[in-house]
C-alpha cells in the first residue's frame, strides 16, 4: 500500500516570490507520482506527473517538481507565484502497473498575498 | 483529449431520499472507475473501485449497501447514494484510467447536499 504526506497545511506566500510545496511518500513497489491543483468549488486539475525518465517535470504554467526516489520525495516549486495560483494542491501516489487507484495526500493550500 | 462527464454536479435532497450520480468516459472505455469523497477542506478518499460485469470494490468502512456501484458498460458507471443523511453530505468524484500508463482522467465532481 502507498501512503502520502504533504506536511504543511497551509502555505502563504508573497506574489512574485518562490514557493515549495512538500511531498514525501510511501510505497514497497515502484510508483507513479502526481500533482494535482483544485480551485474553489470545482474538481482536480492535474498539473504534472513523474511515470519514468527524467526526475524533473514541468507543468505549463511555470510548476516543476522533482522525483527524488532516495528521499522518497516529489516537492512542487515555482520560482514566482501569482495570486492565481491561490487553490488548494494535492499531492498522489499510485502503483507503477495496471489499473490502480491515486492516493492522495491531504492536501497544502496555497495562499498568494499580494 | 479524454474527457470523464460527471452528472450532476450539484444536488440537493432530503433526508431518506437516494440519489444517483453518473460517471461517463465521452471517448474511451472504462473498464474500471475510481469513486472518491472528499469532505470540506480534507483529501480525497477512494470508497470504491468499479469495473464493468462485475461487482465493486469497497474499501474498508465503505457501506456496499448504502453506496451503490453500478458499472453497467465500458462507457458509464453509477454511484447511488441510498437513504441519504446530512452526515452524507461530501463532495463526490469519480476517475477512469485509459490505456495510457498513469494517466486518470477525473469528473468535475458531484456536491451532494442532504437537508
Given at each position: ?13 508573497f ?9 514525501n ?11 494535482y ?7 482536480l ?37 501569482h ?12 502503483e507503477?502497473?495496471g ?16 | ?22 460517471c ?89 447536499t442532504?437537508?
Amino acid at each position: 500500500a502507498q501512503s502520502v504526506t504533504q506536511l504543511d497545511s497551509q502555505v502563504p506566500v508573497f506574489e512574485e516570490a518562490p514557493v515549495e510545496l512538500r511531498c514525501n511518500y510511501s510505497s514497497s513497489v515502484s510508483v507513479y507520482l502526481f500533482w494535482y491543483v483544485q480551485y474553489p468549488n470545482q474538481g482536480l486539475q492535474l498539473l504534472l506527473k513523474y511515470l519514468s525518465g527524467s526526475t524533473l517535470v514541468e507543468s505549463i504554467n511555470g510548476f516543476e517538481a522533482e522525483f527524488n526516489k532516495s528521499q522518497t520525495s516529489f516537492h512542487l516549486r515555482k520560482p514566482s507565484v501569482h495570486i492565481s495560483d491561490t487553490a488548494e494542491y494535492f499531492c498522489a501516489v499510485s502503483e507503477n502497473s495496471g489499473n490502480t487507484p491515486l492516493v492522495f495526500g491531504k492536501g497544502t493550500r496555497l495562499s498568494v498575498i499580494a | 483529449g479524454a474527457v470523464v462527464s460527471q452528472h450532476p454536479s450539484r444536488v440537493i435532497c432530503k433526508s431518506g431520499t437516494s440519489v444517483k450520480i453518473e460517471c461517463r468516459s465521452l471517448d474511451f472505455q472504462a473498464t474500471t472507475m475510481f469513486w472518491y469523497r472528499q469532505f470540506p477542506k480534507q483529501s480525497l478518499m477512494l470508497m470504491a473501485t468499479s469495473n464493468e460485469g462485475s461487482k465493486a470494490t469497497y474499501e474498508q468502512g465503505v457501506e456496499k449497501d448504502k453506496f451503490l456501484i453500478n458499472h453497467a458498460s465500458l462507457t458509464l458507471s453509477t454511484l447511488t447514494v441510498t437513504s441519504a443523511h446530512p452526515e452524507d453530505s461530501s463532495f463526490y468524484i469519480c476517475s477512469a484510467p485509459d490505456s495510457s500508463p498513469g494517466t486518470l482522467h477525473f469528473g468535475n465532481g458531484t456536491r451532494l447536499t442532504v437537508t
